[in-house]
């Protein structure tokens, strides 16, 4: 039986016996991943100074119900550009490193295709959505780890019927890269608050060397920073979250998958402008980039995706033996 995330959020609002902010429950961290970077080899790459393996970014567990049985099928979602190069093409193979249920964890090899008749990475219809999704679930049998349900995804429309807004409460967990564990992943939770729903595309740059393009994104006052790339971000709403009204819990669901951060040019380095070379260097500037939920729900239900499903339909149980 594959655990879901749904039910933590009743459970963390009947312990808070008075209406303030709930922690976010520790077992958010196990839909998470890490996501690693292989060699030309096809073996994790290593930092030669270190012996540190090369970590690139945050992923995590997702599901969507079988429309034709029992069963659901599982997903690895992640930033679309955590598996690019800076030219963005795809990398040829990533490894993920997922807990196992013995304190330890274990590097599992994704070949990545993003074309093709063994397509295996899918992604939106509009380029700029910065989300990808590849055909991939833990054996539960052997690793310790929940997913993310379509419950917890909502719809554009449902989510326009919500009570949230600037100053709701949000969190991510994802990793942090000057310590993720030595043996098993360790996530790293922050919280924050929404900022800004824009009702308009907003201009981002994915690099200096990039021109900015006009993407969909809220933004959320908390900071993000390399490695949370591909983060599952929450919007966790107390048992005060409508005015006038106490709900029995908290309500925790998707926002979306960081993408990242924005930058304010600051004095320190050196970038080529039309007229000259200007000292310039980026400083966070606490405002983190999120790719809503919704457009992660528009691949999981993709003609895409269903035909994946109807060409790989899911293997029924084998009966005990006799």
């Avoid at 807990?99 to 397509?119: E, R, Y």
Wanted: glycine residues 8%; contains cysteine.
């Amino acid at each position: 039986m594959i655990r879901w995330l749904s039910a933590l959020a009743l459970i963390v609002g009947l312990m808070t016996t008075r209406v303030v902010a709930a922690p976010a429950p520790p077992e958010v961290a196990k839909a998470v991943t890490f996501i690693f970077l292989a060699d030309e080899h096809g073996n994790p790459r290593i930092y030669h100074e270190t012996l540190a393996p090369v970590v690139n970014g945050t992923g995590f567990f997702a599901v969507v119900e079988n429309e034709n049985g029992p069963g659901v099928y599982g997903y690895l979602v992640t930033a679309k550009h955590v598996l690019q190069d800076e030219q963005g093409e795809y990398f040829r193979r990533v490894f993920v490193r997922i807990n196992d249920k013995n304190n330890g964890s274990m590097f599992v090899p994704i070949d990545l295709q993003p074309t093709g008749v063994n397509q295996n990475v899918f992604t939106h219809g509009d380029p700029t959505v910065d989300i990808a999704v590849i055909p991939a679930l833990p054996d539960e049998k052997l690793f310790d780890f929940l997913t993310v349900p379509m419950s917890m995804i909502r719809t554009k429309e449902d989510f326009k019927n919500t009570k949230i807004g600037p100053g709701s409460d949000v969190f991510f967990t994802g990793l942090f890269v000057p310590y993720y564990g030595e043996k098993a992943n360790v996530p790293i939770f922050r919280f924050g608050r929404v900022a800004m729903l824009p009702s308009e595309c907003v201009h981002w740059r994915d690099s200096v060397s990039k021109p900015p393009v006009c993407v969909e994104l809220y933004l959320l006052e908390t900071m993000s920073f390399g490695g949370n790339s591909g983060s599952p971000v929450f919007f966790s709403q107390g048992m005060d979250r409508e005015p006038g009204k106490i709900y029995a819990g908290s309500e925790i669901t998707l926002a979306g998958v960081m993408r990242g951060n924005f930058n304010e040019p600051r004095v320190g380095g050196f970038v080529q402008t039309p007229n000259a070379v200007a000292p310039v260097i980026g400083q966070n500037v606490g405002i983190a980039a999120v790719t809503p939920a919704h457009l992660l729900r528009d691949i999981l239900l993709s003609d895409e995706l269903k035909r994946f499903r109807r060409d790989n339909p899911l293997k029924e149980p084998e009966a005990p033996k006799q």
